[in-house]
């Protein structure tokens, strides 16, 4: 039976999914303005730090006043209706809600919401990849042990990787290479939330009529946001990134299985089983023929000269030895899809995607020269941007997490280019979220 069946009979008999979202940003946003369309769904709660932020978005995306004027989460779980609150952590606790969208995009926020989630027994989907990134693979564990679900986020790029990878490893292929597309220069390195929209090409006009985040925003732009997603993808499926981090090669769809494949058989990765970022610009900012800028990828080999003939047979493109190809999913849609991950959480069991392993991270990285005393700003802000790595060498070389990196002094210099440690920085051994990471660091998870 599909999810849309079973959500009908779930609609019928009087027993939606109930719901409970933290945040209300674009991504937020973007799955709120879906529910009224999806039958069996019942959001009890949206928590915001800013009710009225959250109410504006409501009504941003088409919602009713009346549709969300519970008073308290009990009288939404009776009315059908959706409560606007300023606490997650009610939110967190009621019982009347069965999954939490994880929707903030704070990696400490996002940390802490999905371990209250598992102490009240919730399923999470995390949205928040910046938290995933950080802790993943220590949330995954602890939710298995509790016995609920951690998920990916249907229609945010890792969770539509890994539904590719399962499909090709499914199959009986092997993944040689997996990963995105995203418009890339070596130079956006150094944007920052003063600089995007030039980047974008968005006007003055357009930023102040939507709910865009510069720094949000910056953090795709320089290299950050894949990154992470890349991490994640990495950890999910038990890829290895490579050592030298995304190369971001310009690459169409068309020439994915000829680029995306071993150096010694004249593609550019320096390994296999690994994650990569096709570029939708040249590095003279042409723009690449049939670019993957909106979509996902993956890059499989045939076992045997058998299924290298049916690749020809059947049309599809290869590298020239006919024995790399590629499938691939040319757009995503964001948070309008979320809907996905909530009912086959709730209807099958099963995640859209969850961290596995710690074998990819993320760590902060100079944008510029940096001097002691310096305060870190975090993703996407104007003093460092994430860089992947594989977690054997950020460990080893005890570097900072980009997800840490903010509102952090400086107490070395730290040259353009080069990695933060954390013996660089001021911190509070004690921090929560600190301890937390730490403790995934030394293996005790």
């Known amino acids: 039976m599909s999810l849309h069946k079973k959500l009908m009979q779930r609609a019928q008999n009087g027993n939606p999914i109930r719901v409970g979202v933290i945040g209300s940003g674009k991504f937020g946003s973007m799955y709120l303005s879906q529910i009224p369309f999806t039958p069996g769904i019942h959001l009890v709660g949206l928590a915001d730090l800013d009710p009225q932020k ?27 209706k959706t409560a606007i609150i300023n606490d997650a952590q009610k939110l967190l606790a009621f019982e009347g809600i069965d999954i939490i969208v994880e929707a903030t995009g704070s990696p400490y926020a996002g940390v802490l919401h999905a371990l209250s989630a598992i102490d009240h027994g919730k399923h999470i989907v995390m949205v928040n990849v910046e938290a995933d990134a950080l802790a993943g693979p220590l949330l995954a564990k602890k939710a298995q042990a509790a016995g609920v679900i951690y998920s990916f986020a249907y229609g945010d ?3 539509l990787i890994m539904e590719l990878v399962d499909w090709a490893r499914t199959a009986g292929f092997e993944v040689v290479c997996a990963g995105k597309g995203t418009k890339y220069l ?13 980047h974008y090409g968005f006007t003055q006009a357009q930023v102040a009529e939507g709910d865009f985040n510069a720094q949000m925003f910056n953090s795709f732009l320089d290299g950050t946001k894949s ?54 610009l040249e590095r003279d900012q042409r723009p690449v023929f049939r670019d993957l800028r909106w979509g996902v990828y993956v890059v499989l080999e045939a076992p045997t000269d058998y299924v290298r003939k049916c690749f020809s047979e059947y049309g599809l493109i290869t590298d020239p030895s006919g024995r790399y190809t ?90 353009k280019g080069h990695p933060v440690s954390w013996n660089d920085v001021e911190y509070d051994a004690n921090n929560p979220v600190i301890k937390i990471r730490r403790t995934m660091e030394a293996g005790q998870y």
């Open 157 to 159: 790029q890792p969770a």
């Open 326 to 415: 590629a499938m691939y999913k040319p757009y995503h849609l964001i948070g309008l899809e979320v809907g996905i991950s909530v009912a086959s959480i709730a209807l099958r069991g099963e995640a859209t995607g969850c961290t596995d392993v710690f074998n990819a991270d993320v760590v902060a990285t100079a944008k510029r020269d940096l001097a002691p005393g310096e305060m870190l700003d975090g993703e996407g802000g104007s003093t460092v941007y994430g860089k992947l790595t594989p977690a054997s060498m950020s460990i080893s070389h005890a570097s900072l997490p980009i997800g840490l990196a903010s509102k952090m002094k400086l107490k070395h210099n730290i040259q």
């Open 227 to 280: 990154a992470l997603e890349m991490s994640v993808v990495a950890n999910a499926c038990h890829f290895h990134p490579q050592v030298e981090g995304l190369q971001f090669p310009p690459c169409g769809v068309d020439d994915l299985a000829r680029i995306l494949r071993p150096q010694d058989e004249g593609g550019i990765l320096s390994r296999r089983n690994t994650v990569e970022v096709a570029s939708s």
């Open 54 to 80: 959250a109410k504006d978005a409501l009504r941003r995306v088409g919602w009713k006043p009346e549709q969300f004027d519970a008073t308290t989460l009990e009288q939404a779980y009776t009315s059908g």
């Open 186 to 198: 070596p130079q956006y390195h150094d944007s920052t939330p003063e600089t995007v929209w030039d």
